[in-house]
């Protein structure tokens, strides 16, 4: 058609609006159809492709799709570089057989701080269940709970996303990444340089925590407050927790390296 248009005169643009009127999204893209119509004008009369370098599709065998299927098996990080120094194969091949073979998609990987050992996990499990427990019985009330954490803040990325990502299977859900909203009673800034030991955390932060709580509730009652921050050094030192002891402050256990409980 590109062919028999272009003889008659007909431009490149005015052909591409005849075929996008009448195939859509399947009709060729505007600069394929120039490609094309500049051939015809300079004589060409095949109209079929160029001969390309490259393996043909046979190579799809059970045998190359297996292998593909191993490597990503032993290293889901793995790369299409990866794959192709290991299996000599095309990367146009690589990809028909992770996505319309093995039915695979790359996507990236949930960021965790630690691997729990068994006994770990078990004392996870322990203290969510009776943190729980507290709730269900009307103990404990989420409205009284103050989280703490720290966080540290770039000026500029650190690596790359992609670096972060793994094939997963079709019927795989894709990893989640959770922005929380937060209410935050004290921000408190570190300067550069200083460090954070436990006789800075409870003047900079828990002091500046309890006297924001008394002035919200006007009140110098803080029994009813359950405070939750993990278990850094500054966090579960002796005189933090007395002092917090002190305040009234009931101290929430948290499970080691779990750093979702405490956002």
Known sequence: YIKIRTGLGINAKTICEELTETFGSDAPAYSTLKKWAQRFREGR????????????????????????????EDDPHSTYDDIMAETSLS?????????????????????????LND?????????????LEKFRNGTWQLCDIITGDETLIYHRQIGRKSNNATWISENEPPRTIVRRNSDPVLIHKVDKGKTVDHNYYIENCLKPIINEIRKQEKSAR??????????????????????????????????????????
């Open 45 to 72: 009369e095949d109209v079929r492709d160029d001969p390309r370098s490259g393996r043909p599709v046979s190579v799809l065998t059970d045998d190359n799709i297996e292998r593909v299927r191993q490597i990503i």
């Open 91 to 115: 990367y146009g091949t690589i990809e028909r057989i992770i996505h319309d073979c093995l039915k695979m998609r790359k996507v990236t990987s949930c960021y965790v701080v630690h691997q």
């Open 119 to 131: 006994e770990q996990k078990q004392a996870r499990l322990r203290i969510c269940r009776q943190n």
């Open 222 to 263: 803080t029994q009813c407050i359950k405070l939750l921050h993990d278990n850094s050094r500054p966090h579960t030192h002796r005189d933090a927790v007395n002092y917090l002891t002190e305040e009234g402050i009931e101290i929430m256990p948290h499970p080691p390296f779990s750093p979702d409980l405490a956002p």
